[in-house]
T-cell receptor, first 112, second 113 residues
């Protein structure tokens, strides 16, 4: 079963708005990563946050991690139509080596 | 620098037929992964290689799936015989020892009829 669970499953917004996606997980982790997947393509790594970090920024992306609640959020600011894609969180557990466990993803649609 | 290369991109076969997928990871990446992604879901790990050694194959259905990574570079994933439920996208990814991010190929979309 998937460790990560994204919420919402689908999100539709207008260009310029912010998009927030959430991820919950169940076990202790080394790090949590967010990936983007455009339709028919492979996944692209966006950002990694370690278990001892609480917040991280990369361009228009902001990721938070709350290990006490076992949850993370991905915020995309000033969204663009090109941000339309599926977004997945993936956790690397303490005991799994370099295995990533992916959630089922959030389908983001940014309308021009 | 070339990314992860996979072939073929698409494959349509009839059930009970064999099928093979090929992956060429990024040069210098020691870790190679095969994932299966069903429609509307996230990828699920099938097998992980460290160089030529399969170190995590607990989720590989060994009755019909096999994989190899000769010389610790290219890898092939085989299904024999294929079943209807094997229809999915098969993704290959690689990673080096320094960074935690995985680099994914475009995947092979398998349709079993």
């Amino acid at each position: 079963s998937q460790q990560g669970e994204e919420d919402p499953q689908a999100l539709s917004i207008q260009e310029g708005e912010n998009a927030t996606m959430n991820c919950s997980y169940k076990t202790s982790i080394n790090n949590l990563q967010w990936y983007r997947q455009n339709s028919g393509r492979g996944l692209v790594h966006l950002i990694l946050i370690r278990s001892n970090e609480r917040e991280k920024h990369s361009g228009r992306l902001r990721v938070t991690l709350d290990t006490s609640k076992k949850s993370s959020s991905l915020l995309i600011t000033a969204s663009r139509a090109a941000d339309t894609a599926s977004y997945f969180c993936a956790t690397e557990r303490e005991t799994s080596g370099s295995r990533l466990t992916f959630g089922e993803g959030t389908q983001l649609t940014v309308n021009p | 620098e070339a990314g992860v290369v996979q072939s073929p991109r698409y494959k349509i076969i009839e059930k009970k037929q064999p099928v093979a997928f090929w992956c060429n990871p990024i040069s210098g990446h020691n870790t190679l992964y095969w994932y299966r992604q069903n429609l509307g879901q996230g990828p699920e790990l099938l097998i992980r290689y460290e160089n030529e050694e399969a170190v995590d194959d607990s989720q590989l259905p060994k009755d019909r799936f096999s994989a190899e990574r000769l010389k610790g570079v290219d890898s092939t994933l085989k299904i024999q015989p294929a079943e209807l439920g094997d229809s999915a996208v098969y993704l290959c990814a690689s990673r080096d020892y320094v960074h935690n991010e995985q680099f994914f190929g475009p995947g092979t979309r398998l349709t079993v009829l």
